[in-house]
């Protein structure tokens, strides 16, 4: 059969990411990226996009293990070379800290990020109202740069983008052999997945160059993460709320939360406020799915639904969707044969 084509729908770190990983293991494809909104306006440029994975309840671990790992050792690679500036990825160490000590002292991915141990009393004595803690080193994205990166070295394939809003997956089944969908938020209207909901997460960046350590609160809402040029400020978990407008109560709160942990953030400059919607669900979906209409197939590929983790896991769930994508050229390579014979 000719290079198959294949359309990868939509431009978020998940979109990008797994139109980059199926353009490395199936460079005979022609891929292009659909999506009304491209960077600097897409969910993914609001992410703090730091590599600490939330936990998917329906999710087996030993698969979330998987898709951190192998994101981690792509972007440690990356952050150890010469792309590391342009792409906006850098190592940051820092504490996650309780109240009172987690049920769970060792999480999954603690033998994956470096040097995690437990805070000494003298690190804990910075955090009064704090009993436990972990300190480790990660890695954190830039977002906006690393999308733009990710496009470039996508470009660089002879992918193609087009600014196109899709109302359906089946009005892609004429110009495209496979699809992925790829949608986020978006999937909830796209293919009417009713487990899919909007979690809404509101972030303040502030100029505030002396802070150079992660903080977290452990129970994942308050959270200082220092970036190349701005340190971004967390944050609220609002389900089900589909409002993309900055909340004046919010960022007060976020503001204080965050004082109350690091106090010289007291004196930061420029505040800008972001909003953006996680695209949730109980676990994240990657899978295959046939559609048919009238006797015609369209060969679909799904991965999103990554929440608050995405960043965290965007490179290995997209190198699993690309693997899927293979199976699908295989399918069709094979049911091409037997239609020639």
């Keep these: 059969m000719a290079s198959p084509k294949v359309a990868v729908v939509g431009a978020g770190v998940i979109g990008l990411s797994t139109a980059l990983c199926i353009t490395e293991t199936c460079p005979s494809c022609s891929v292009t990226v659909l999506s009304d909104q491209f960077s600097p306006n897409t969910t993914s440029d609001v992410a703090a996009g730091m590599l600490i994975p939330h936990t998917y309840p329906d999710t087996p671990i030993h698969r979330q293990k998987q898709w951190f790992r192998e994101t981690f050792t792509y972007l440690f690679a990356i952050s150890n070379s ?70 470039k070295r996508l470009k660089a394939t002879g992918a193609q983008m087009s600014t196109r809003r899709v109302a359906d997956l089946w009005e892609l089944h004429s110009e495209y052999d496979i699809v992925v969908n790829c949608a ?32 977290r609160d452990g ?4 959270y200082i993460y220092p970036g190349i040029h701005r340190v971004t400020l967390g944050g609220t978990r609002e389900k089900g709320s ?37 695209p949730s669900r109980q676990c994240v979906r990657v899978q295959r799915e046939i559609l048919s209409q009238g006797g015609v197939k369209l060969l679909v590929v799904h991965n999103y639904g990554h929440g608050a983790g995405g ?22 390579q094979g049911s091409s044969s037997r239609a020639k014979l």
């Design 242 to 278: 589909w409002s993309l407008s900055p909340d004046p109560g919010a960022t007060r709160d976020i503001f204080d939360r965050c004082c109350s942990l690091e106090p010289s953030l007291r004196a930061a400059q420029g505040m800008e406020v972001k909003v953006g919607l996680r």
């Design 311 to 332: 960043f965290s896991v965007h490179r290995g769930t997209a190198k699993e969707a690309a693997q899927l994508v293979g199976e699908c050229i295989s399918a069709l």
């Design 184 to 215: 986020g938020v978006g999937a909830h209207q796209l293919v009417g997945d009713k487990e899919l909901f909007p979690v809404r997460g509101q972030v303040l960046k502030v100029h505030a160059p002396w802070v150079k350590h992660f903080i």
């Design 82 to 151: 010469a792309d590391a500036s342009e792409a906006g990825i850098h190592l940051v160490s820092g504490w996650q800290i309780f109240k009172s000590t987690p049920k769970e002292e060792l999480p999954f991915w603690s033998d994956i990020v470096l040097g995690f141990r437990p805070m000494s009393e003298a690190e804990l004595q910075k955090f009064p109202q704090h009993q436990f803690g972990q300190a480790f080193t990660t890695l954190k994205c830039d977002c906006p740069p690393y999308l733009l990166w990710l496009e």
């Design 219 to 222: 129970d994942g809402l308050t």
